[in-house]
């Protein structure tokens, strides 16, 4: 019983650190950019055509920013102050676990030991790692303003809920960086 207690143990958690799945942000921009002219946006097609992605993963994407633009107060418009763009990066993280609890006894320079021995063995795991990046350009300078970027592990999920609600996830915790707050300067 205490054997089953411990093999149980390492898996787990395994289980708990992946339900706790976060999103790390980080943000850029621009400091001469004035966000309080920033009203309207449009996505900026030339750019996203260039994410490497499902198109189904872009609509995704796409749907999710737009539902935080208009939280935001944002309007979708032909003639944008802002375009949004986006583009992602993805890796495959493995981890390996080395749970090797062993023992045994012997004398001399016999090679047979005797005693109690056991081992777990190896644990590998592996996990798709992913970066979605926004972009907001300057729609007359055409320059980027702002970046927002979300770091977090995707799940491997067949469930297309979860996909989504994790793509929400992902846009709503980078767009909350967004405006940047802006310290003045003395």
Not at 164 to 178: G, N, T
């Amino acid at each position: 019983m205490k054997k089953i207690q411990i093999l149980a143990l390492p898996l787990l958690m395994v289980v708990l650190l992946s339900a706790c799945t976060s999103v790390r942000v980080l943000s850029d921009y621009d400091k001469d950019a004035n966000f309080n002219t920033y009203k309207t946006y449009a996505f900026y097609k030339t750019g996203i055509d260039k994410a490497q992605i499902s198109d189904l993963d872009k609509k995704r994407i796409l749907r999710a920013i737009d539902a935080q633009m208009v939280t935001r107060g944002f309007t979708k418009s032909n003639s944008p102050d802002i375009l949004v763009s986006i583009f992602t990066k993805e890796k495959e993280q493995v981890d390996i676990y080395n749970n090797y609890w062993g023992g045994g006894f012997g004398w001399g320079w016999n090679p047979y030991f005797w005693g109690p021995g056991w081992n777990n063995g190896t644990q590998v795991s592996t996990r798709t790692q992913g970066s979605l990046y926004i972009d907001l350009i300057d729609a007359k300078s055409k320059e980027l303003v702002w970046q927002g970027k979300g770091v977090g592990t995707l799940g491997n999920s067949k469930s297309i809920e979860k996909k989504e609600e994790r793509i929400q996830q992902f846009v709503s915790e980078i767009l909350k960086a967004y405006p940047p707050q802006i310290v003045a300067s003395k």
